[in-house]
C-alpha cells in the first residue's frame, strides 16, 4: 500500500516540476495531460492509484487527463 502512495506522490511532483518547468509558456486549456502506462502497470490492483493519479492531475492542472499504454 505504502509504494501506491509513493508511486503517486512521486508522479504528482514530477508532473507540477515539468508543468512549472516549461519557461511560462501557456498549454491549451482544453487539450487533455496524456498519462502513459507500462503494460504491467495496467493490472485491477492499480486501478485505484491511476484513478486518484488522474483526479489529482485534472484538478491542479484544471485539464482533462487520458491514460495510454506505451504501446498504443
Same mark, same amino acid.
Given at each position: 500500500?505504502?509504494?501506491?502512495?509513493?508511486?503517486? +506522490?512521486?508522479?504528482? $511532483? @514530477?508532473?507540477?516540476?515539468?508543468?512549472? %518547468?516549461?519557461?511560462?509558456? $501557456? @498549454?491549451?486549456?482544453?487539450?487533455?495531460?496524456?498519462? @502513459?502506462?507500462?503494460?504491467? *502497470?495496467?493490472?485491477? *490492483?492499480?486501478?485505484? @492509484?491511476? *484513478?486518484?493519479?488522474?483526479? +489529482?492531475? %485534472? *484538478? +491542479?492542472? %484544471?485539464?482533462?487527463?487520458?491514460?495510454?499504454? $506505451? $504501446?498504443?
Amino acid at each position: 500500500m505504502w509504494s501506491l502512495r509513493l508511486l503517486l +506522490v512521486l508522479s504528482v $511532483t @514530477a508532473f507540477v516540476l515539468a508543468a512549472y %518547468g516549461t519557461g511560462g509558456s $501557456t @498549454a491549451n486549456q482544453n487539450c487533455p495531460i496524456v498519462i @502513459a502506462w507500462l503494460p504491467s *502497470e495496467l493490472g485491477a *490492483e492499480l486501478k485505484d @492509484a491511476r *484513478e486518484a493519479l488522474s483526479a +489529482v492531475v %485534472g *484538478e +491542479v492542472f %484544471g485539464r482533462p487527463v487520458e491514460h495510454c499504454t $506505451t $504501446t498504443t
